[in-house]
Every structure is written in structure tokens, then in C-alpha cells.
């Protein structure tokens, strides 16, 4: 079974066993173009090569006879938007989850277009990220492009469409568009007035389990699979890493730290926040992710190893090393809670809770005892910390957790992952396969195809490879530090919006 991730640096395809296990994989990155403040995009027509050749080069690395391929399904990055003219041909690049060039009309959807009512239907908080406020910026700022969109898409149904010739967007992308009503599994129809589409411009509702197959035999050959091979439609990204790593069982928490990061949950049917902090999308029709993401991740320790440790990383290269391991040496060097330094790392604004595009970075509480060590320390605490701010809302909705379950680049070091064990004084497991976006994607195909009586299969494809309790002395640190932390951004929200206006000048 190939499972297929669309993701925001690179496609990847990984090849499993009907048991869960990796045969081969192959990766495919793009770039992402931003030459002005704000612009996140990237070529469509880029990324469908990508998860051409991701899908090629892994059947190939596999030496797998086209018959030996009994699915492809699909995971894909959500709150992608492209907007398509009457011959098909896209109008613009895909706009990405991470431009926030929409700010202002997620704003004034927000406090002046009864926003919050919105969300409350259709489980996507109003942040510039959504297509909902895409398309409010399109409509008003590039009227242009606006008026000559004969259709407006994601990522997946440009892909799909490519290869299939149907334009079909899954429940699971659509509920992450600002514009999909959870309750009636259809089009929100305030939602599409506000923002002036139509359903006719938007593509055809179907459930994740949709299966495609009837592909060109050309294109079949040259992805060495059958014209018949079933195409499962699948999900978004984030619940699918849940149904990856085996979080799926109430109490049960996926958190995934990329380059951005988020927590998840399941539930049995759709639950909105009355205070608007958390997601709500789908998995299947009995299935419901509700959490966060955050903006800021992996990208954290990256700005730390090329902006406050160039030396380090230069003399770690030099030595064979890699650069994050002797970054993590570093801060290993000194003890929880960084000697009363904190970092709040919205470098790239924020998303949950605080879902405030203008939110800006800071280190509090430096004093002349703080040096690089602390520093550092300090910044990988601070992006456990935004993780961490998410948990009371999930535990509000849908009761306590006693479990995560962590994936994503940052599992690799075992000070990152005590860190997480410590700041949310829980069990912290790292599942074996680190792929789960994919094998969630592959588990899914399996029960769309009949070939599993239920998700909970995953569990015997899951093992786990590093396991962490919390140290509770370092839990009592942290839990005086939190409420010091969380109280910094409600205190700046005014500052953020001012300070944010002067760097856009």
C-alpha cells in the first residue's frame, strides 16, 4: 500500500507492507516563493511533478509489480488555495497555510462579519491561513483574479484533477477551509456568501474514503501501477499523523513538532470551541480532530543554529557533527526552566490559541547571569510551552488526556522529548514509524477498500521507540514558569499589533 503526503516542503511517497511496514520511499521538495512581506506560495504545477516522481521512485525502489500495489491514498497539507480560470489553468500560485497576507480580513471577519458564528459551524478558526479569508483578500484586494476564477481549489484537487480528469475535494480538506458546515457535511452557504462563491465554483463534496480508478494507461505505465489500481481520495495531514501514531482512543494525544507544530485529538463527532482557541476537522464521518497548530517549530531551532549559534554550527560542521546535536548539547548544558529565562517563539505570528497573525518573538526575564546556553534552552522550552498553551481548551471540550504521543523531526533528541514529558507532566511516546502521515493515509485505504473492519488496525503496525515519564522535579519548575509565560501575550496584544504595522512599513 503507497501512501502519498503532499506536503509544504516536499512530497513523499512511502511503500508499506499490508502489515505497516516501510518497503522503500522517496522525497521530492519545492520551494517556497516569498518575495514580499507576508507571501507564502508555491507552483502547483511543481508539485504535482513532485508527487509524480515521489510516487514513480518509490515503486521502483520497491522492484513492486503493478499488481503488487493494491492502493494509493493520500494525506495533504490543508488551507491551500488556487484559484482556477474556465480552461482549468491556474490563475495564481498555491497559497499556502503560511501566508498571512489575508491579516486584515481575517480582522474585520473576526470583530465586524460575525466571524466567530462561522467558526462555530465549520470548526476553522478565522486566520488569515483559511481559504475563508483567502478568498475575502482575493475578492477585494485582486479583484482581477477574482473575477476571472471560474473555480477556486486546494492542493489535492489540483493533483487529483491532473490525474483524473474529476474535481473532488474530501470532507477532511474541505473541513479545513472555513467553509465546510461539520454538522451537514455540506458547503456552508453564510460562509460562501460572505466571501461571494458559489458551490459551483468549489469542487465536489465526498467522503475520505473515495476511491478513484480509472487512470490514463500513459500515466499508469509511468508510475509503474495499474490503470485500475484503487486511488483513495484520503484526508488532511494533521488527522491523518493522529491515525499514524496510534492516537486515536480517547485520552490519546498526537503531537507533531515540523517545521511548524500541532496537538490533536479524536473524537466521535464534530466539537467547536465557544471561545474560538481550537480546530475541528475530519477524519471520517465518525471520526473528529479537534487541536492546534502553532506556527512556530523546527523553524525555531533553525533560526537559533543560523542566527544565535553561526559559530557553533560552523565548528560542529567542521568536526562532523551534526549542527542540531551540538545545538542540543548546548542547551543540555543547563537545567529546566533555562535559569528563569523564557521565549516566546512567534516568529512567524501565531497561531493557536491565540490565532493573532501580528504576534511577535521575545525573550523575557534576560539578565546579565543568561548567556548563549540559557538562550537556547530557552527558545526549545518556549515552543514546548506554545504546545502546551493549547491543552486547557482540549481538555475544556472533551476531558482530560493522559497520553502523547510525539512525532515529527524533533523526536529525534532526547532532550526535546523529556523537555515535552516535563512541561505537560505526561507519558510522552515516540511510535516506530516516523512516516505517519503516510501509514495514515495507507490505513485508510485499507478500510476504504474493506480490507480492515475498523481504524483500530493501526495499533499492530505502531511500535514505539523511545518512551519518557516526567521528571518531577523539573514538572515543578515548569508549573511555576507556565502561568509567568502564559500571561506575557494576553499583556502584548496591543504592542504586537503596533510593532507589527511598523515592521510592514
Same mark, same amino acid.
Given at each position: 500500500?503507497?501512501?502519498?503526503? &503532499?506536503?509544504?516542503?516536499?512530497?513523499?511517497?512511502?511503500?508499506?507492507? @499490508?502489515? $505497516?511496514?516501510?518497503?522503500?520511499?522517496?522525497?521530492?521538495?519545492?520551494?517556497?516563493?516569498?518575495?514580499?512581506?507576508?507571501?507564502?506560495?508555491?507552483?502547483?504545477?511543481?508539485?504535482?511533478?513532485?508527487?509524480?516522481?515521489?510516487?514513480?521512485?518509490?515503486?521502483?525502489?520497491?522492484?513492486?509489480?503493478?499488481?503488487?500495489?493494491?492502493?494509493?491514498?493520500?494525506?495533504?497539507?490543508?488551507?491551500?488555495?488556487?484559484?482556477?480560470?474556465?480552461?482549468?489553468?491556474? =490563475?495564481?500560485?498555491?497559497?499556502?497555510?503560511?501566508?498571512?497576507?489575508?491579516?486584515?480580513?481575517?480582522?474585520?471577519?473576526?470583530?465586524?462579519?460575525?466571524?466567530?458564528?462561522?467558526?462555530?459551524?465549520?470548526?476553522?478558526?478565522?486566520?488569515?491561513?483559511?481559504?475563508?479569508?483567502?478568498?475575502?483578500?482575493?475578492?477585494?484586494?485582486?479583484?482581477? &483574479?477574482? %473575477?476571472?476564477?471560474?473555480?477556486?481549489?486546494?492542493?489535492?484537487?489540483?493533483?487529483?484533477?491532473?490525474?483524473?480528469?474529476?474535481?473532488?475535494?474530501?470532507?477532511? @480538506?474541505? %473541513?479545513?477551509?472555513?467553509?465546510?458546515?461539520?454538522?451537514?457535511?455540506?458547503?456552508?452557504?453564510?460562509?460562501?456568501?460572505?466571501?461571494?462563491?458559489?458551490?459551483?465554483?468549489?469542487?465536489?463534496?465526498?467522503?475520505?474514503?473515495?476511491?478513484?480508478?480509472?487512470?490514463?494507461?500513459?500515466?499508469?505505465?509511468?508510475?509503474?501501477?495499474?490503470?485500475?489500481?484503487?486511488?483513495?481520495?484520503?484526508?488532511?495531514?494533521?488527522?491523518?499523523?493522529?491515525? $499514524?501514531?496510534?492516537?486515536?482512543?480517547?485520552?490519546?494525544?498526537?503531537?507533531?513538532?515540523?517545521? %511548524?507544530?500541532?496537538?490533536?485529538?479524536?473524537?466521535?463527532?464534530?466539537?467547536?470551541?465557544?471561545?474560538?482557541?481550537?480546530?475541528?476537522?475530519?477524519?471520517?464521518?465518525?471520526?473528529?480532530? /479537534?487541536?492546534?497548530?502553532?506556527?512556530?517549530?523546527?523553524?525555531?531551532?533553525?533560526? /537559533?543554529?543560523?542566527? =544565535?549559534?553561526?559559530?557553533?554550527?560552523?565548528?560542529?560542521?567542521?568536526?562532523?557533527?551534526?549542527?542540531?546535536?551540538?545545538?542540543?548539547? @548546548?542547551?543540555?548544558?543547563?537545567?529546566?526552566?533555562?535559569?528563569?529565562?523564557?521565549?516566546?517563539?512567534?516568529?512567524?505570528?501565531?497561531?493557536?490559541?491565540?490565532?493573532?497573525?501580528?504576534?511577535?518573538?521575545?525573550?523575557?526575564?534576560?539578565?546579565?547571569?543568561?548567556?548563549?546556553?540559557?538562550?537556547?534552552?530557552?527558545?526549545?522550552? $518556549?515552543?514546548?510551552?506554545?504546545?502546551?498553551?493549547?491543552?486547557?481548551?482540549?481538555?475544556? =471540550? @472533551?476531558?482530560?488526556?493522559?497520553?502523547?504521543?510525539?512525532?515529527?523531526?524533533?523526536?529525534?533528541?532526547?532532550?526535546?522529548?523529556?523537555?515535552?514529558?516535563?512541561?505537560?507532566?505526561?507519558? /510522552?511516546?515516540?511510535?516506530?514509524?516516523?512516516?505517519?502521515?503516510?501509514?495514515?493515509?495507507?490505513?485508510?485505504? =485499507?478500510?476504504?477498500?474493506?480490507?480492515?473492519?475498523?481504524?483500530?488496525?493501526?495499533?499492530?503496525?505502531?511500535?514505539?521507540?523511545?518512551?519518557?515519564?516526567?521528571?518531577?522535579?523539573?514538572?515543578?519548575?515548569?508549573?511555576?514558569?507556565?502561568? &509567568?509565560?502564559?500571561?506575557?501575550?494576553?499583556?502584548?496584544?496591543?504592542?504586537?499589533?503596533?510593532?507589527?504595522?511598523?515592521?510592514?512599513?
Amino acid at each position: 500500500m503507497l501512501g502519498v503526503d &503532499i506536503g509544504t516542503t516536499s512530497t513523499k511517497a512511502v511503500l508499506f507492507t @499490508i502489515a $505497516g511496514q516501510v518497503v522503500a520511499q522517496h522525497a521530492v521538495e519545492y520551494p517556497l516563493i516569498s518575495t514580499i512581506a507576508d507571501m507564502a506560495e508555491q507552483d502547483p504545477a511543481q508539485i504535482y511533478a513532485a508527487v509524480l516522481s515521489s510516487i514513480e521512485n518509490a515503486v521502483q525502489q520497491a522492484q513492486a509489480r503493478p499488481e503488487q500495489v493494491v492502493l494509493v491514498s493520500f494525506s495533504a497539507a490543508m488551507h491551500s488555495l488556487i484559484a482556477m480560470d474556465e480552461n482549468d489553468r491556474p =490563475l495564481t500560485n498555491s497559497i499556502t497555510w503560511a501566508d498571512n497576507r489575508a491579516g486584515e480580513w481575517a480582522n474585520k471577519i473576526r470583530s465586524e462579519m460575525d466571524g466567530h458564528a462561522i467558526y462555530l459551524r465549520t470548526g476553522t478558526p478565522i486566520h488569515p491561513m483559511s481559504p475563508l479569508c483567502k478568498l475575502m483578500w482575493l475578492r477585494h484586494d485582486h479583484p482581477d &483574479i477574482f %473575477s476571472r476564477s471560474a473555480r477556486f481549489v486546494g492542493i489535492k484537487e489540483y493533483v487529483f484533477h491532473r490525474m483524473f480528469g474529476q474535481w473532488l475535494v474530501d470532507h477532511s @480538506i474541505a %473541513s479545513a477551509t472555513g467553509m465546510f458546515n461539520l454538522r451537514e457535511l455540506n458547503w456552508d452557504s453564510g460562509a460562501l456568501a460572505l466571501v461571494g462563491v458559489t458551490e459551483a465554483q468549489l469542487s465536489a463534496l465526498v467522503p475520505t474514503t473515495y476511491q478513484v480508478s480509472d487512470m490514463a494507461p500513459a500515466l499508469a505505465q509511468q508510475l509503474g501501477l495499474l490503470t485500475t489500481t484503487p486511488f483513495v481520495i484520503g484526508a488532511n495531514d494533521g488527522v491523518l499523523s493522529n491515525l $499514524g501514531v496510534n492516537a486515536i482512543a480517547p485520552g490519546q494525544v498526537a503531537v507533531t513538532i515540523g517545521t %511548524s507544530g500541532a496537538m490533536r485529538t479524536v473524537v466521535a463527532e464534530p466539537v467547536t470551541d465557544p471561545a474560538g482557541r481550537t480546530f475541528c476537522y475530519a477524519l471520517t464521518e465518525n471520526h473528529w480532530v /479537534v487541536g492546534g497548530p502553532i506556527n512556530n517549530g523546527g523553524s525555531i531551532l533553525r533560526w /537559533v543554529r543560523d542566527e =544565535l549559534a553561526t559559530a557553533e554550527s560552523a565548528q560542529a560542521r567542521q568536526d562532523g557533527q551534526d549542527p542540531y546535536e551540538a545545538l542540543m548539547a @548546548i542547551a543540555g548544558q543547563v537545567g529546566a526552566g533555562a535559569n528563569g529565562l523564557l521565549f516566546h517563539p512567534y516568529l512567524a505570528g501565531e497561531r493557536a490559541p491565540l490565532w493573532n497573525a501580528d504576534a511577535r518573538g521575545s525573550f523575557f526575564g534576560l539578565a546579565l547571569h543568561h548567556g548563549k546556553p540559557q538562550m537556547i534552552r530557552a527558545a526549545l522550552e $518556549g515552543v514546548i510551552f506554545s504546545l502546551y498553551s493549547i491543552l486547557p481548551a482540549v481538555e475544556e =471540550l @472533551i476531558g482530560p488526556t493522559r497520553r502523547m504521543m510525539a512525532t515529527g523531526g524533533f523526536a529525534r533528541s532526547a532532550l526535546w522529548r523529556q523537555m515535552m514529558a516535563d512541561i505537560f507532566d505526561r507519558e /510522552v511516546v515516540v511510535p516506530e514509524s516516523v512516516e505517519s502521515s503516510c501509514l495514515g493515509a495507507a490505513v485508510l485505504g =485499507l478500510y476504504a477498500l474493506g480490507r480492515i473492519a475498523s481504524l483500530d488496525a493501526i495499533a499492530a503496525m505502531v511500535g514505539s521507540t523511545h518512551q519518557h515519564q516526567p521528571n518531577a522535579e523539573n514538572v515543578a519548575i515548569y508549573q511555576q514558569l507556565w502561568p &509567568i509565560y502564559a500571561a506575557i501575550p494576553k499583556q502584548l496584544e496591543q504592542q504586537y499589533r503596533e510593532l507589527a504595522a511598523f515592521q510592514r512599513q
